[in-house]
């Protein structure tokens, strides 16, 4: 028991010192025309502890129904695991309600995980490359004003409510050809610490537990 006590401490410090320990999360959304990428990357530990997750959209028949492939990588490469499911539109919608319901049964505590995930989370980058246009010259014209727009009230709300290590980049390529084309590129990279994450898991608990 007293070598309990003696070692008590030095648990403590290590404990302490793993919370404070920072983790990096890359995501990395691409999409043209129908075509879907969604790459998330976990680097922590001193780059010790890497995690790759890739969600590729194979095929889209329609909006909602998409058929994906996911995949788990360590830092290497090396795949850990790997699932191909289907989603159906009504499968999407049901989710959506449900997610919707719970959110909205606990809305006063998701309100305070957000606000302090605002102040806890560093954004160190945020770019956002669009390109296309429509058949209409005009068309793509008002939608590149209107992108604009939409960046310039996003940059000011990023400024106000999240850190930010670098100012948020945005591109646009308006595209008057005769073909309607969209394509997509962001990429985002922010950082906090494991501490964060306990904090948040033991709020999950207490709302999952009442």
């Not at 990357?41 to 996911?70: G, H, W, Y």
């Not at 806890?120 to 992108?147: M, N, P, Q, W």
């Amino acid at each position: 028991m007293a070598l309990f006590w003696q070692l008590l401490p030095l648990f403590l410090a290590a404990w302490l010192l793993t919370l404070l320990i920072p983790v990096r999360i890359n995501i990395l959304f691409l999409r043209k025309n129908r075509d879907d990428l969604l790459s998330v990357r976990v680097d922590t530990f001193c780059s010790l502890l890497r995690l790759k997750l890739e969600v590729p959209v194979l095929r889209q028949e329609n909006v909602l129904d998409l058929e994906l492939e996911a995949e788990l990588k360590t830092g290497a490469g090396r795949l850990l695991s790997e699932e191909e499911k289907r989603v159906s539109g009504s499968e999407v919608l049901e989710q959506v309600r449900k997610i919707s319901a719970y959110l909205l049964r606990h809305r006063r505590q998701f309100w305070f995980m957000a606000r302090l995930l605002a102040r806890a989370v560093t954004v160190e980058k945020f770019t956002l490359h669009v390109a296309g246009g429509a058949r209409d010259a005009a068309l793509t014209g008002v939608l590149a004003g209107l992108y604009w727009t939409v960046a310039g009230t996003l940059a000011s709300l990023a400024g106000r409510w999240l850190k930010l290590r670098s100012r948020p980049q945005f591109f646009l390529s308006p595209d008057f050809g005769q073909e309607p084309t969209a394509a997509i590129r962001a990429d985002t990279t922010v950082s906090l610490y494991i501490g964060h994450f306990v904090l948040l898991g033991i709020m999950l608990v207490n709302i999952k537990i009442r």
